[in-house]
């Protein structure tokens, strides 16, 4: 039997990377897509609560499901997982994002929060993002390392509690050197809210910011990415600062 891949993203289920990772994962095997029916990046782990969620189906061909939720990434993982494969998946991707996913995005990303979810519920998970924000971008010099990434997880598998953010830069297919396993560089957002003036006159807040990562170490995920490579990062969820413990535990004595 084939194996069973769940596919869903964050820039929603017209996006072009999502359908270059139908493609790519529909050489290993059966496919199910869920994904937003619209954007939802920036959703993270957040999930749909307070509504019901509706699920249209977009199209069935061949190997390949394709549903479209109103909700955010996780309930996609999640309502796809109990009521829309037809068995266990054997493995989850999410992508592939237009845009960047490394470094302190991974805390924001919807690509990534549904990752970490399939991840939290037992799954094999990778997220796939490519350094291109536009609509249009050229997926193609991604395809060969999503498909050794994908043939060596389903192959060897993952630790567990183990997914992988993958970052793809944007540059010709020539001119990405390989793959680079590597750690989070530490980086933040310098977040501001662009004050404007609606029509009628009343006030609202566009939030604005600066990507902020001078001087990464060079086993970071950014500095593989500058310097031509695809960056793989092992993550969790276990958010605990294990190194802290016991100064911790003495400071609360």
């Known amino acids: 039997m084939r194996p069973l891949i769940l596919i869903t993203n964050d820039d929603g289920v017209a996006a072009k990377g999502l359908g270059t990772l139908c493609e790519v994962a529909g050489e290993f095997g059966d496919v199910v897509v869920m994904a937003p029916e619209r954007n939802a990046s920036g959703k993270g782990l957040s999930l749909t609560s307070e509504r019901p969620l509706r699920v249209y189906e977009v199209r069935k061909d061949g190997g390949i499901s394709v549903y479209a939720c109103d909700g955010t990434p996780v309930d996609c993982v999640k309502l796809a997982v109990e009521h829309f494969c037809p068995r266990k998946p054997d493995l989850i991707l999410s992508g592939i994002n237009h845009g960047s996913n490394s470094s302190i995005n991974v805390l924001y990303s919807g690509t990534m929060g549904a990752v970490i979810e399939a991840s939290v519920m037992g799954f094999c998970a990778i997220g796939f993002s490519l350094l291109n924000h536009s609509h249009e971008a050229d997926f193609e010099p991604s395809v060969p390392y999503v498909r050794h990434i994908i043939d060596r997880v389903l192959v ?13 830069p944007r540059l010709p297919a020539a001119d990405i050197k390989g793959i680079r396993v590597c750690c989070e560089a530490k980086a933040m957002w310098k977040d501001s809210f662009e004050k404007r ?33 695809v960056s793989v990062v092992p993550i969790h969820s276990d958010y605990t600062h294990y190194a802290a413990i016991d100064k911790i535990n003495n400071m609360m004595q």
């Open 156 to 168: 060897q598998g993952l630790p567990e509690g183990v997914s992988l953010n993958v970052n793809i």
């Open 197 to 229: 003036v609606d029509p009628i006159g009343r006030p609202y807040y566009w939030l604005t910011g600066k990507f902020l990562c001078d001087n990464p170490p060079s086993d970071s995920d950014e500095t593989a990415l500058r310097e031509g490579y």
